[in-house]
């Protein structure tokens, strides 16, 4: 075993990185938060909060080692290899960076409380929060980490997996281990809760505005970690991821409220914040495989298609109530597939050294083909996964409050407690918060 060379650069940067994608939790409570009515906004706030508590605390005792610990038919790694987060600076993710386990550790446990976090929006005003906090332990155990083990962790997913004969699949910061994984199981709980009650028939305004662009900027701001974290170093390759991820987030930005000047009218502030969330989500694959024409025609798209995904809840019925199937699994679908169009051979990560380019670089089909693969296969055993345990839920525990409370308001009713002074059991107040 080589003898670990600390790195204090680049274990600097990891740490702030570390620190800046946990930041994204609390940051998406606020826009989540400012996303419902002003009766249940504590509640959607809890639920980001708590995914914190339970992810983080799964991590260090066994879903590290169960995503990076020795392969157990391609689907999780050994529980016991890093139980605890028993292991010393040799057997570190990034080693070779000069960085220490526990902070790769630390980094990669970031990433699965975020992806918790995102689920919640899709069953906002609903759900009890007692079930949500069980489902959230079970869905960590049972989908995040089987998914981010046969991604990062040596798995099926991964560059000796099931398109080994092609090419090794791209996903440089958690396009499918987060987005799409997220945005899959999101569709398959709002199909299990079913419908709040109103959708479609009365109105389901965000209660404040401000509190969703400020919640989109602190994702914005915790997504540099996010993306150019990922590359485990401070060097060109970060730098590179830095910019596109500024590049895409930028485009998808104008790209929304442009669409939706386009089709209703109005650019609005709902729709800018949700841009910059749909060219985060679609760049963060591809931040450090493309190049600025790459992360633009990426920021581009997912800024358009993205607008008009979340419209199509009201066409099938579905009620995504914050638009994480519409933003996440699309934006995400989004990504992943147009690395086999845009991928460079500037890629460079810890498990290849370049040579996989997309489509319009002159590499043909073969990373579009690894990339639909992977796509296709993560968002059926996320969803199907999902389903079951959601299924599993409602046949035990329950998984909606009663009616009363959800038109009285979850926040009073399950947290004892109101956001907004004189805020009454109807939800509303003199000026109808909503």
């Known amino acids: 075993m080589e003898e670990f060379a600390l790195d204090s650069g680049n274990t600097a940067w990891m740490l702030m990185a570390s620190s800046l994608v946990l930041l994204m939790t609390p940051g998406l409570a606020f826009f989540y938060g400012g996303m419902v009515r002003g009766k249940s906004v504590l509640n959607m706030m809890m639920m980001s909060f708590s995914s914190i508590g339970i992810a983080g605390l799964i991590w260090a005792l066994y879903g590290y080692s169960m995503t990076f610990g020795a392969d157990i038919g391609g689907i999780i790694g050994n529980p016991l290899d890093y139980f605890g987060l028993a292991m010393d600076d040799s057997e570190s993710l990034m080693a070779a960076t000069g960085v220490p386990a526990l902070?790769?550790?630390?980094?990669?446990?970031?990433?699965?409380?975020?992806?918790?976090?995102?689920?919640?929006?899709?069953?906002?005003?609903?759900?009890?929060?007692?079930?949500?906090?069980?489902f959230a332990i079970i869905w960590v155990t049972l989908v995040y980490i089987p998914m981010a083990h046969m991604v990062w962790g040596g798995g099926l997913l991964g560059p000796e997996g099931i398109t080994s004969g092609l090419s090794a699949p791209i996903d440089f910061a958690g396009g499918t281990v987060v987005h799409i994984n997220a945005g899959a199981a999101a569709l398959a709980l709002v199909l299990v809760l079913g419908k709040r009650k109103g959708f479609g028939k009365e109105p389901m305004r965000p209660h404040n505005l401000?509190?969703?662009?400020?919640?989109?900027?602190?994702?914005?701001?915790?997504?540099?970690?996010?993306?150019?974290?990922?590359?485990?170093?401070?060097?060109?390759?970060?730098?590179?991821?830095?910019?596109?991820?500024?590049?895409?987030t930028c485009v998808a930005l104008l790209a929304w409220i442009?669409?939706?000047?386009?089709?209703?009218?109005?650019?609005?502030?709902?729709?800018?914040?949700?841009?910059?969330?749909?060219g985060l989500v679609a760049i963060t694959p591809a931040a450090a495989s493309v190049d600025v024409y790459g992360s633009i025609a990426i920021g581009l798209v997912a800024g358009v298609l993205c607008s008009l995904a979340?419209?199509?809840?009201?066409?099938?019925?579905?009620?995504?109530?914050?638009?994480?199937v519409g933003v996440h699994l699309v934006g995400g679908l989004v990504g992943t597939v147009l690395i086999g169009f845009f991928a460079t051979d500037q890629y460079n990560t810890w498990w290849a050294d370049g040579g996989m380019e997309g489509l319009f670089y002159g590499g043909g089909f073969t990373q579009l083909i690894t990339q639909v693969v992977v796509a296709v296969v993560a968002v059926a055993f996320s969803f199907i996964v999902t389903y079951l345990i959601a299924l599993l839920l409602k046949a035990t525990m329950g998984w909606r409050v009663t009616e009363e409370q959800e038109v009285g308001g979850i926040d009073l009713a399950v947290h004892g407690e109101s956001a907004y002074e004189g805020l009454g059991s109807t939800g509303s107040t003199i000026t109808e918060v909503r």
């Not at 550790?105 to 079930?131: E, M, P, Y």
């Not at 989109?216 to 401070?234: D, K, M, R, V």
């Not at 979340?310 to 994480?324: A, T």
């Open 258 to 278: 442009a669409t939706e000047k386009f089709r209703d009218g109005a650019a609005t502030s709902l729709g800018a914040a949700s841009g910059v969330v749909a």
């Open 310 to 324: 979340v419209g199509l809840k009201f066409k099938f019925g579905y009620d995504d109530s914050l638009d994480v």
């Open 210 to 248: 401000p509190f969703v662009m400020l919640g989109a900027a602190l994702l914005w701001f915790g997504w540099f970690g996010f993306n150019a974290g990922s590359e485990f170093a401070a060097d060109g390759t970060a730098g590179r991821a830095w910019i596109n991820t500024t590049v895409a």
């Open 103 to 134: 902070v790769a550790a630390g980094f990669q446990g970031t990433f699965a409380i975020i992806t918790v976090a995102l689920i919640s929006g899709a069953i906002a005003d609903r759900a009890k929060f007692g079930t949500w906090v069980v």
